[in-house]
């Protein structure tokens, strides 16, 4: 069974007096571990599958299981809840928290369970290591570079171990020696911890580094190649 | 929930934002408690300057202004005689015919103000049971005994009305003989003459009214009296009555002290909450992420409000230790007397209260509007 599964999946909504579809009758399966890239041009309904994937948005029909959990029918209650647990959620331009440190913004999806504080401690400590940024715990964002803004935010979705990484242009603010290493943290993550990535991005570069590529236009997929 | 610390450290992110909200939020108390003390201190003043055992007998027609009224001097000695039931001392009855008169005085320095004058003999002691003479003694002819708050009505140094300078009326030189204190009425900003001193001086061979004192008497006793002497041309009103019809004639003071203060705090209102909308909006996107993370919009309207009580609550303490030391214990001159500002119970819980529905209610308007957007929108805002 794929970990995602979406089936005849239509987003539309109304702008002013115009009706706008960015996706519409979309089906796709993705298994688990699976590192998955979608791209397409600006306006191809992307981000809008993402931020449906990840819980973000809601679809006007279709079926849009997570892990054999139909989310299309969550109410927004449920889908914060959901997001909590199962979603992390990586931004292009890397959305930290500006007044706390890098531990305390990975810490943030930590408070919502109830670990102890020792217990919180070292799954960050965990994290930390995991995207090599021990030694920069303390540092705000601003004292950051942003390789190290954006291992900080990976750090910050992967810390409550949630099956499902989302990225929408992870790499689309970084130079390309730390978007290569970005992507190279995304691979280790799905290959060595199973975790299932759907990503966003407008580089081939950082498209070869997924496991598939699906492309989108107008809201449809246009080719669904095993790479 | 978020942490505590997140709300805290959001306080600093724009120290002008801060100081713009703590120094609005202080305004704003600052105004509302400095509205309650005056309006409380005008009360109390008032109140406590009648005794409900206390009855006035004016002039017919006079009722509403003793200075204005004129009783015949032969009523005092008929109230003496003719009502039963009231206080006496050592057999002097409490019955004390006065002279009431709002005049310039001018002090040993030149300065001259408008005084608010009360001619009595040693028996006024007897129904005006606040007054304590703190030093001197009781005026005798040519001598004036001064309330402990006088000098704030003719906004001299209290030196200038210390025990044994010299005040002039009406080209007279009159010495303090006595100083005395009848706290929290408005016996105490007055000064008091000896009662055929003050005739002469104002020319004048009437009394303004009688203050008697009833023990077993009642009201209707003394009403009855001014009924069956018609011919003295009476009226009767207790005390405490008459200060508080006083009372309601600063009824419009009262109210031009709070409209100001309600335009100015409105002001400072919109402007703290212009500040906000522009602090919270550039917050939109953090809002989203953090909602994107897992936390609920209760969660982050909460620590919105925690992060504005912080502001307003400090602004509060700002306005208290303001009015603490600017206000507390301040005496403000009016018409008839003098009140006393005090930080009461009353005040401060009021100041703590606008200070906590500055940071609530306040904040709710431009925390909706930063937490309303849908999230895929939101998360894109820059």
Redesign the interface.
């Known amino acids: 069974m794929a970990f995602i599964s979406i089936r005849s999946l239509t987003k539309s909504y109304t702008k002013g007096k115009t009706s706008v579809t960015p996706l519409e009758n979309l089906s796709l399966d993705v298994p688990q571990g699976e590192f998955l890239a979608l791209m397409g041009p600006s306006g191809s309904g992307k ?2 599958l993402l ?1 449906l994937i ?1 819980g ?2 809601t679809p006007s029909s279709g079926q849009l299981e997570i892990n054999g959990r139909n989310i299309a029918d969550l109410s927004q ?1 449920q889908l ?2 959901w ?3 199962h979603v992390g ?1 990586i ?1 292009q331009l890397y ?1 930290l ?4 440190s890098a531990y ?1 913004n990975i ?3 930590l ?2 369970g109830k670990l102890t504080k020792a217990e919180r401690r070292m799954k960050i400590q965990a994290a930390l290591d995991l995207v090599d940024l021990s030694d920069r715990a303390h540092h705000r964002p601003a004292e950051l570079s942003g390789g190290q803004e954006q291992r900080v935010a990976i750090a ?1 979705a992967i810390v409550h171990h949630p099956e499902l990484l989302v990225a929408d242009e992870p790499t689309g603010d970084l130079d390309r020696d730390s978007a290569d290493s970005i992507l190279t943290l995304l691979q280790q993550l799905a290959t060595e911890h199973g975790k299932t990535i759907v990503m966003v991005t407008h580089d081939p570069k950082a498209a070869q580094a997924a496991h598939r590529t699906l492309h989108l236009e107008k809201g449809q997929l246009i080719n669904n190649p095993r790479q | 929930m978020l942490p505590f610390t997140y709300a805290l450290r959001n306080l600093f992110r724009d120290l002008s934002r801060l100081a713009q909200t703590v120094g609005g939020s202080a305004l704003v108390v600052l105004l509302l408690i400095a509205s309650v003390a005056l309006n409380q201190g005008m009360d109390s003043v008032l109140s406590a300057s009648g005794s409900a055992k206390n009855v006035i007998l004016v002039g017919k027609g006079s009722e509403e202004s003793i200075e204005r009224s004129e009783v015949h001097l032969d009523a005092e000695s008929s109230v003496i005689t003719s009502i039963r039931g009231l206080e006496e001392q050592l057999g002097t009855p409490a019955v004390s015919g006065e002279i009431t008169y709002q005049a310039p005085i001018r002090t040993a320095s030149g300065k001259e103000d408008q005084a608010l004058l009360r001619g009595v003999l040693e028996k006024a002691l007897l129904v005006h049971r606040s007054v304590r003479l703190l030093e001197g003694h009781f005026p005798a002819p040519g001598e004036v005994m001064v309330g402990k708050l006088a000098h704030r009505n003719l906004g001299v140094d209290a030196s200038e009305l210390a025990l044994g300078q010299r005040i002039y009326f009406e080209n007279e030189a009159l010495n303090v003989s006595g100083i005395f204190t009848a706290p929290g009425t408005v016996l105490e900003s007055e000064i008091w003459f000896d009662r055929n001193d003050l005739a002469s001086l104002t020319q004048r061979d009437t009394l303004s009214a009688i203050t008697l004192r009833m023990d077993n008497a009642e009201f209707d006793d003394v009403h009855v009296f001014t009924l069956q002497r018609n011919d003295l041309e009476l009226a009767a009103i207790r005390e405490d009555v008459y200060y508080s019809k006083l009372g309601a004639f600063y009824q419009p003071i009262k109210v031009m002290i709070w409209v100001t203060a309600a335009l100015v705090s409105a002001g400072a209102i919109f402007g703290g909450l212009n500040t906000l909308y522009a602090a919270f909006a550039s917050r939109i996107r953090e809002m989203a992420t953090l909602q994107s993370i897992g936390y609920t919009r209760g969660a982050l309207l909460v620590s919105l409000i925690q992060e504005s009580l912080l502001a307003t609550l400090t602004g509060t303490l700002l306005a208290f230790l303001i009015a603490y030391f600017l206000l507390d214990g301040r005496t403000v001159p009016f018409s008839v007397g003098t009140f006393t500002l005090i930080l009461t119970p009353q005040v401060i819980l009021t100041g703590l209260a606008a200070g906590i529905l500055l940071g609530t209610i306040g904040t709710l308007p431009p925390a909706i509007r930063c937490l309303s957007p849908s999230l895929p929108k939101a998360l894109r805002s820059s």
């Open positions: 981000t809008t931020n990840a973000i948005d209650r914060t809840q997001r909590a647990t959620y931004f959305h928290v500006p007044v706390l305390e810490e943030l999806p408070l919502l910050r």
